[in-house]
């Protein structure tokens, strides 16, 4: 019972920037990890960042130094900010939250969201 829904992507030249953003509604008791994964077409879903509640953060080698992952616990909201885009980051991102939902008594959810494309070209 625990809802993601992103926004954010589109189409961007070579070098350029976006920032998707992915809020969570719903009986939320807390949530623990949240993460951003991608799938371009042809290929298998990965990892491209992940933090925990506590601000630890985890990037794929692809990503590190050109996208930033960040939390706003408050408003149950994980963004990532993509900086010099390439060709190869063209791809479906998805939003994924790990935590424990209050809907009926406590229980564990991993919800993911519908996935917003990201394209990169010029």
């Known amino acids: 019972q625990v809802q993601l829904v992103e926004s954010g992507g589109g189409l961007v030249q070579p070098g350029g920037s976006l920032r998707l953003s992915c809020a969570a509604s719903?009986?939320?008791?807390?949530?623990?990890?949240m993460g951003w994964y991608r799938q371009a077409p042809g290929k298998q879903r990965e990892l491209v960042a992940a933090i925990t509640s506590g601000g630890n953060t985890n990037y794929a080698d692809s990503v590190k130094g050109r996208f930033t992952i960040s939390r706003d616990n408050a408003e149950n909201t994980v963004y990532l900010q993509m900086n010099s885009l390439k060709p190869e980051d063209t791809a479906v991102y998805y939003c994924n939250a790990l935590g424990y939902s209050d809907y009926e008594g406590l229980e564990d959810f991993d919800s993911w969201g519908q996935g917003t494309q990201v394209t990169v070209s010029s």
């Open positions: 719903g009986s939320i008791f807390s949530i623990n990890d």
